[in-house]
């Protein structure tokens, strides 16, 4: 089965620049979509950035201008650059990957962001 591994996560001050990567146990360069999706304490999980197999990204409204999804098909590693990070960024953040018959999901990786 698939693994996937985040990492990047930390605490970081308003303001500063964080970026997670996800890495596959696969190749990911036939995939349909990839994803991130974060979780906050005592809210439901959404979608915060997506990337399909031709390229194609989109964003939740709350991060556009902010956040950029990108992939490396050699590393088989999906990355997401977050810029000018605000307290309400606060959560856990999930890599996904879709292959358009299974979803899979890492576990998670804590991005704190301080006033």
């Known amino acids: 089965q698939v693994q996937l591994v985040e990492s990047g996560g930390g605490l970081v001050q308003a303001g500063g620049s964080l970026r997670l990567s996800c890495a596959a146990s696969i190749s990911i360069i036939s995939i349909n979509a990839m994803g991130w999706y974060r979780q906050a304490p005592g809210k439901q999980r959404e979608l915060v950035a997506r990337?399909?197999?031709?390229?194609?990204?989109n964003y939740v409204d709350s991060v556009k201008g902010r956040f950029f999804i990108s992939r490396d098909n050699a590393k088989n590693t999906v990355y997401l650059q977050m810029d000018s990070l605000k307290p309400e960024d606060t959560a856990v953040y999930y890599c996904n990957l879709d292959t358009g018959w299974s979803s899979y999901w890492g576990k998670g990786t804590l991005v704190t962001v301080s006033s």
């Open positions: 990337i399909t197999r031709d390229g194609s990204t």
